[in-house]
């Protein structure tokens, strides 16, 4: 694709609600990215995916949060039990290879009430 | 624990004038230094530097890094309204594919 896509582009969920977020990345980009990016505050690192093999998913906050890519392209960030702290930005980004150079997408904004 | 500061973190300047944006870091195992330009949601990539005392440049805009008091610096000379975003700085880390980022400095060019 041209860039990368994120749907849907807001989302508002009840307290308590389970959610789902997807990322249709550039194509033929190996690595994926989800960060959570709070108001005023820079993007935060939650997890990253070297084709469908998430190696590194230490910035999820708790066991609440989940992310797939069972076919090396599309991904899924999944929130169990929202909670208003989970209320953020979430961006997706995509590259060749390597966490540096990143395509990132327009986000979800998630508020949760 | 890794922290990346930026400075100001919001700036308001009239059409034409030069601004420099400030950022300084503490990573362990430090790789290299980003800049990227976020307007409205999508953060697009700017600059990446790797080593100390050598400027990047595009168009209007040009970025160093100094290694040995772990900071970098944005220039943006003869600034435009199309210049107004938040700029994220953002440091890698070797052994992990992460950046940490920065609070970002909102620019605001006023006509």
């Known amino acids: 694709g041209a860039g990368v896509s994120q749907s849907p582009r807001y989302k508002v969920a009840k307290r308590g609600q389970d959610v789902a977020l997807r990322c249709d990345p550039i194509s033929g980009h190996v690595s994926l990215f989800w960060y959570q990016q709070a108001l005023g505050q820079g993007p935060e690192f939650l997890t990253y995916f070297q084709n469908e093999a998430q190696l590194d998913k230490s910035g999820l906050p708790s066991d609440r949060f989940f992310a797939e890519r069972p076919e090396g392209s599309v991904s899924t960030l999944k929130i169990q039990r929202t909670q208003q702290e989970d209320s953020a930005v979430y961006l997706c980004?995509?590259?060749?290879?390597?966490?540096?150079?990143?395509?990132f997408g327009s986000g979800t904004q998630l508020s949760v009430l | 624990e890794d922290k990346v500061v930026q400075s100001p973190l919001s700036l308001v300047v009239h059409e034409g004038d030069t601004v420099t944006l400030n950022c300084s870091y503490e990573?362990?195992?430090?790789?290299?230094l980003l800049w990227y330009k976020q307007e409205k949601k999508a953060p697009t990539f700017l600059f990446m530097l790797?080593?100390?005392?050598i400027e990047k440049k595009s168009g209007r805009l040009s970025s160093i890094l100094d290694k040995k008091e772990l900071f970098s610096i944005l220039n943006i000379t003869a600034t435009q309204t199309g210049d107004s975003a938040v700029y994220l700085c953002a440091a890698s880390i070797q052994g992990a594919q992460k950046l940490v980022f920065g609070q970002g400095t909102r620019l605001t060019i006023n006509p």
């Open positions: 980004a995509s590259s060749l290879e390597g966490g540096e150079k990143l395509f």
């Open positions: 790797t080593s100390s005392g």
């Open positions: 990573v362990t195992n430090f790789r290299s």
